[in-house]
């Protein structure tokens, strides 16, 4: 009798104590990010263990103390580890991790092609590629800072950490920043002020232009686009230091990439976009003729790309051949798309646009031309520093009579109109 009146005595304690532990909801936003990631399970206690402590007496004391400073360092531990995990999610979600690779990737194949006929070099590449992931971590941020109410009411975007709760704005806030400075101060003085002032810009444009844009009018595609094709010509400029014409095609085959990427993203989530309060111009083309159209002419501007890699010294003559089957394959899928303007042509359409871009890029960089007598990097912009001031004069002026625009067709290029039929 003796023995489990203690024993009951003892469970009454340490129900009291779990009980007087659970967090308070009304805490302030901080502590309730760490009351959220320190509701883990404790370790069960025994019931043999239990009576043994409880009928131990004086001499087990020092036991008793061990054993419960060691539950507590556990359960330190465990805390630690769980608030960890918790930020490091956060932090993945908040900075857009898969998009911002992508951006890394496009802005590490404008610092290979921007070396011209030289060895790469490893540690500028590496520099470049962190810079530009903490520059995309700090613009992704801060637009989802700017649209929290819009994100609550999107069912792919409710459980985003600022619309879902588990993380404060002013945690949100400080994070960008310090990611947005050290990626600038990182590209400023590991690879060129040029570089760090293109990744500056950018940020501004897509957080500061583009995110309220997107709540206005439907040519935030446009701009996005414009954002999307900056990277590369960053990774460009801080491998040579400056900004040539072959520096422009990578960007310019992103900048017509991301039309049939978006105008299909926007036709595939026209319900969430609706629900949000953005200005897309797929809301204002049921059918999705508009939409399709646009992708498709994009499409069709990619063709030349391919050649004018050729006959800029760029790329050999197989890249050519390769553009324009890649290009023609999305347009097929883009004509599919403006025929039918189902949700599956759609479909078929974001993934084609999912595969150019990985493709397009890497024969960039398989077909690319070491020939070092041509120096195509320096005599595309007439900047060759062991040619004579005449020569240069005169490469320059034969560069400005070749515009790109020669080598498209009639259609606007490379940038395309703002949409006229919009009506607020």
Not at 149 to 165: C, E, F, I, V, W
Not at 319 to 326: A, I, R
């Amino acid at each position: 009798m003796w023995r489990r009146s203690a024993v009951s005595r003892f469970s009454s304690r340490i129900s009291l104590s779990s009980s007087s532990s659970s967090p308070n909801p009304r805490l302030i936003p901080w502590s309730r990010e760490l009351c959220a990631v320190n509701t883990f399970p404790q370790p069960p206690l025994s019931s043999e263990p239990t009576a043994k402590l409880a009928i131990s007496g004086a001499g087990s004391d020092p036991n008793r103390v061990l054993s419960s400073s060691a539950v507590a360092a556990t359960s330190r531990i465990a805390a630690a580890a769980g608030l960890g995990h918790h930020y490091a999610r956060c932090y993945w979600e908040l900075s857009k991790a898969r998009l911002s690779m992508l951006v890394v990737a496009t802005s590490g194949t404008g610092y290979i092609l921007g070396t011209g006929n030289g060895a790469v070099d490893l540690a500028g590449l590496c520099y470049t590629c962190a810079g530009t992931m903490m520059i995309a971590a700090s613009a992704n941020s801060l637009n989802q800072i700017f649209e929290i109410s819009n994100d609550a009411k999107m069912k792919r975007t409710m459980r985003r950490p600022l619309p879902s709760g588990r993380m404060s704005v002013p945690h949100a806030v400080a994070w960008a920043t310090i990611a947005g400075a050290s990626g600038a101060c990182l590209l400023a003085t590991k690879t060129n002020m040029m570089a760090a002032g293109l990744a500056s810009a950018n940020l501004v444009l897509y957080a500061f232009v583009y995110t309220p844009l997107k709540q206005l009018h439907p040519v935030n595609t446009w701009v996005g686009a414009v954002v999307g094709a900056i990277p590369p010509l960053l990774g460009w400029a801080a491998a040579s230091g400056e900004i040539s014409y072959n520096s422009m095609i990578l960007p310019a085959a992103l900048y017509f990439w991301q039309i049939p990427h978006f105008m299909a993203l926007a036709h595939l989530c026209r319900d969430d976009y609706a629900a949000g309060g953005y200005k897309m111009l797929s809301l204002f083309d049921p059918s999705g003729k508009r939409i399709a159209a646009v992708a498709l002419r994009n499409c069709f501007y990619m063709v030349p790309l391919g050649f004018i890699a050729y006959d800029w010294g760029l790329t050999s003559s197989w890249f050519c051949l390769e553009s324009t089957l890649l290009t023609m394959a999305i347009a097929a899928t883009a004509f599919s798309f403006y025929r039918h303007g189902t949700m599956e042509k759609a479909r078929k359409m974001f993934h084609a646009s999912l595969l150019f871009l990985p493709v397009f890029m890497s024969g960039l960089l398989i077909h690319r031309v070491y020939d070092e007598d041509k120096q195509p990097l320096l005599e595309a912009a007439g900047l060759s520093n062991s040619a004579s001031s005449e020569v240069k004069t005169q490469r320059r002026k034969k560069r400005a009579a070749q515009a790109p625009v020669a080598y498209a067709s009639a259609a606007p290029f490379p940038f395309l109109p703002a949409p006229s039929f919009y009506s607020p």
